[in-house]
């Protein structure tokens, strides 16, 4: 087996009495894109900007294509690309100055207009960097973050802010990179994004691994399916049903078997004469599990043991 | 590549980058024009005493004042405003990600700012000996080179001492400007030293803008016998990039605030 991309072991980060990172083991195999999944304040960037060089770690052993990131060797720097959260480039220069720039300081630049193909900027080449759209600027970004042509790409959640068809447009980009063979790790908060685009997601939450696996693994791992319906008020379902409120003014059963779920569910309701508005039944998407192992009050208990998907990563 | 071309490589970029804004190319390079020629219409002819204790006209003190300024706007406040900005956006954050060494980064930036310096302060000089009969006297010339290095090395090393006090970019502008023209005013670059109460050039003897507008009066000085440096000045310019090539190493941060 040829070494991973990123190898992590037992990751902490302190902030004086604030533990960021809480221990994480990562590995990402090259040639895949890694989602790291997670709540604002999890740990997410503070993991990555560990990886990306930015900061050093607390404790624990990182390799990242088998360096040691925290030393800032310039060997290391040129094999990775950063894309940051923020926008930082040069406002008055040209899409095509800004990649050859950045390009210049690698020692095997990728052609500029390969860069612009591949982020799709060939007609804005000309364009001064600050008369770009929001989404332009930030496929500038993914731009300069490729144009050393990078072994290795840290994405920190690159579509916040965009509508959905500026994300489709990124989303088929991140696939672009993939066929090109390098390896993404990708952060971000949307499960959509993470399903569509992640060879494995891991999911982080309080500076700890909850889960890791691949997206389809990690459904499978919670295979309740979701039943939602609403009733007229003051009525309430049978206790046997096991529904539950939702939050939402709908009540919900989550089941294992929801034929027989949705069996007694109806029956009951034509019995009653009921219309069971607004009736769903959801096969469990990656949101769900997300939020079952992430979500406020949920059961801290639910760990990747339980859920015993870990085997299905590497 | 070797580090050396490419911090001259990225003074290229800074430089595009420069002249095609706006805001920077006005505040930074013509501002200082325009008070070479406002101070020269309404003071130029009028006869008064420069800093040797002579007799001469108004231009022979507000040439060597503007080059003063000249040095102070394009590397002080240029690069402090430059480098909050770079640093606000990410554009540090970012930079520090690849593998350009940081000196090569800043050296570009120095460089790019000193070419600016450079440029002001010949078409200064140039302006002054034909528009205003004001010339470098041969002898004092290496004086005056010297003057504008050492200050050039001083201001740049100030503004990226400053730039770690500016909270945030759009601050930046109110920061520098409210360190820089009170200072302008007092140290004999808008207004002669003979108008000044004696307390308030004691005051502006504790700062470097008067001593490098002092070592420049004295190798522009027609009068002048000497070579024209003006050594306790320039050792107190010096001083000052000293500590603030100190306090940016300390505090420096390629982060953006927010």
Same mark, same amino acid.
């Given at each position: 087996?040829?070494?991973?991309?990123?190898?992590?072991?037992?990751?902490?980060?302190?902030?004086?009495?604030?533990?960021?990172? *809480?221990?994480?083991?990562?590995?990402?195999?090259?040639?895949?894109?890694?989602?790291?999944?997670?709540?604002?304040?999890?740990?997410?960037?503070?993991?990555?900007?560990?990886?990306?060089?930015?900061?050093?770690?607390?404790?624990?052993?990182?390799?990242?294509?088998?360096?040691?990131?925290?030393?800032?060797?310039?060997?290391?720097?040129?094999?990775?690309?950063?894309?940051?959260?923020?926008?930082?480039?040069?406002?008055?220069?040209? #899409?095509?100055?800004?990649?050859?720039?950045?390009?210049?300081?690698?020692?095997?630049?990728?052609?500029?207009?390969?860069?612009?193909?591949?982020?799709?900027?060939?007609?804005?080449?000309?364009?001064?960097?600050?008369?770009?759209?929001?989404?332009?600027?930030?496929?500038?970004?993914?731009?300069?973050?490729?144009?050393?042509?990078?072994?290795?790409?840290?994405?920190?959640?690159?579509?916040?802010?965009?509508?959905?068809?500026?994300?489709?447009?990124?989303?088929?980009?991140?696939?672009?990179?993939?066929?090109?063979?390098?390896?993404?790790? &990708?952060?971000?908060?949307?499960?959509?994004?993470?399903?569509?685009?992640?060879?494995?997601?891991?999911?982080?939450?309080?500076?700890?691994?909850?889960?890791?696996?691949?997206?389809?693994?990690?459904?499978?791992?919670?295979?309740?399916?979701?039943?939602?319906?609403?009733?007229?008020?003051?009525? +309430?379902?049978?206790?046997?049903?096991?529904?539950?409120?939702?939050?939402?003014?709908?009540?919900?059963?989550?089941?294992?078997?929801?034929?027989?779920?949705?069996?007694?569910?109806?029956?009951?309701?034509?019995?009653?004469?009921?219309?069971?508005?607004?009736?769903?039944?959801?096969?469990?998407?990656?949101?769900?599990?997300? &939020?079952?192992?992430?979500?406020?009050?949920?059961?801290?208990?639910?760990?990747?043991?339980?859920?015993?998907?870990?085997?299905?990563?590497? | 590549?070797?580090?050396?071309?490419?911090?001259?490589?990225?003074?290229?970029? !800074?430089?595009?980058?420069?002249?095609?804004?706006?805001?920077?190319?006005?505040?930074?390079?013509?501002?200082?024009?325009?008070?070479?020629?406002?101070?020269?219409?309404?003071?130029?002819? !009028?006869?008064?005493?420069?800093?040797?204790?002579?007799?001469?006209?108004?231009?022979?003190?507000?040439?060597?004042?503007?080059?003063?300024?000249? #040095?102070?706007?394009?590397?002080?406040?240029?690069?402090?405003?430059?480098?909050?900005?770079?640093?606000?956006?990410?554009?540090?954050?970012?930079?520090?990600?690849?593998?350009?060494?940081?000196?090569?980064?800043? *050296?570009?930036?120095?460089?790019?700012?000193?070419?600016? +310096?450079?440029?002001?302060?010949?078409?200064?000089?140039?302006?002054?000996?034909?528009?205003?009969?004001?010339?470098?006297?041969?002898?004092?010339?290496?004086?005056?080179?010297?003057?504008?290095?050492?200050?050039?090395?001083?201001?740049?090393?100030?503004?990226?001492?400053?730039?770690?006090?500016?909270?945030?970019?759009?601050?930046?502008?109110?920061?520098?400007?409210?360190? #820089?023209?009170?200072?302008?005013?007092?140290?004999?670059?808008?207004?002669?030293?003979?108008?000044?109460?004696?307390?308030?050039?004691?005051?502006?003897?504790?700062?470097?803008?008067?001593?490098?507008?002092?070592?420049?009066?004295?190798?522009?000085?027609?009068?002048?016998?000497?070579?024209?440096?003006?050594?306790?000045?320039?050792?107190?310019?010096?001083?000052?990039?000293?500590?603030?090539?100190?306090?940016?190493?300390?505090?420096?941060?390629?982060?953006?605030?927010?």
């Amino acid at each position: 087996m040829t070494e991973p991309a990123i190898h992590v072991r037992g990751l902490r980060k302190r902030y004086g009495d604030v533990e960021a990172v *809480a221990g994480i083991d990562l590995d990402v195999a090259r040639g895949e894109v890694f989602a790291l999944l997670g709540p604002n304040g999890a740990g997410k960037t503070t993991t990555v900007e560990v990886l990306e060089g930015y900061r050093e770690r607390s404790a624990g052993e990182v390799r990242v294509l088998g360096h040691d990131p925290a030393r800032g060797e310039r060997a290391y720097r040129e094999r990775i690309g950063i894309v940051l959260q923020s926008t930082g480039v040069e406002p008055y220069l040209t #899409v095509e100055e800004t990649v050859a720039m950045f390009g210049g300081y690698y020692p095997r630049p990728r052609p500029v207009a390969e860069v612009l193909e591949v982020v799709g900027l060939v007609e804005q080449r000309r364009t001064r960097v600050r008369r770009l759209s929001g989404g332009q600027q930030r496929r500038l970004d993914v731009a300069v973050g490729l144009a050393g042509d990078p072994e290795l790409l840290f994405l920190d959640e690159p579509t916040t802010g965009f509508d959905p068809g500026a994300r489709r447009q990124a989303w088929e980009l991140v696939r672009r990179l993939r066929a090109l063979g390098k390896t993404v790790l &990708l952060t971000t908060h949307y499960m959509d994004e993470a399903q569509q685009l992640a060879d494995h997601v891991a999911i982080i939450a309080r500076g700890r691994l909850v889960v890791v696996g691949t997206p389809e693994a990690l459904i499978a791992a919670n295979p309740e399916t979701a039943i939602t319906f609403v009733l007229p008020a003051g009525v +309430m379902p049978p206790f046997e049903l096991g529904a539950a409120h939702d939050g939402g003014g709908a009540w919900r059963i989550a089941s294992v078997e929801p034929a027989r779920a949705l069996h007694a569910l109806t029956a009951w309701a034509l019995a009653q004469g009921l219309p069971l508005d607004a009736l769903d039944v959801c096969r469990p998407s990656l949101e769900d599990v997300y &939020l079952q192992l992430t979500g406020a009050g949920c059961d801290e208990g639910a760990s990747a043991a339980s859920l015993g998907v870990e085997d299905a990563h590497g | 590549m070797s580090a050396l071309a490419l911090a001259l490589r990225q003074v290229r970029y !800074e430089n595009r980058a420069f002249w095609r804004n706006p805001a920077a190319a006005f505040f930074t390079f013509v501002f200082p024009l325009i008070f070479l020629v406002i101070f020269n219409l309404m003071f130029g002819t !009028e006869e008064i005493t420069i800093a040797g204790g002579q007799t001469a006209s108004g231009s022979v003190f507000y040439v060597p004042a503007v080059v003063a300024m000249s #040095v102070v706007n394009s590397c002080f406040t240029g690069l402090a405003m430059s480098l909050s900005v770079a640093r606000d956006g990410g554009l540090l954050k970012r930079t520090r990600g690849t593998p350009l060494p940081a000196w090569a980064y800043f *050296a570009g930036r120095v460089l790019h700012v000193t070419l600016v +310096m450079l440029l002001l302060v010949v078409i200064v000089t140039v302006a002054g000996a034909l528009a205003y009969d004001v010339d470098v006297p041969g002898r004092t010339l290496p004086a005056a080179l010297v003057a504008l290095l050492v200050g050039g090395a001083a201001f740049c090393a100030l503004g990226f001492a400053v730039c770690t006090i500016v909270p945030n970019a759009e601050a930046a502008p109110a920061v520098v400007n409210a360190i #820089v023209l009170p200072l302008l005013f007092i140290s004999d670059v808008f207004i002669p030293p003979d108008n000044a109460p004696a307390w308030l050039t004691d005051v502006a003897n504790l700062f470097p803008v008067r001593h490098l507008s002092v070592a420049l009066q004295t190798a522009f000085n027609p009068f002048e016998q000497g070579n024209g440096f003006e050594w306790l000045a320039l050792a107190v310019v010096a001083a000052w990039g000293l500590a603030g090539v100190a306090f940016a190493l300390r505090r420096f941060s390629w982060e953006p605030r927010r």
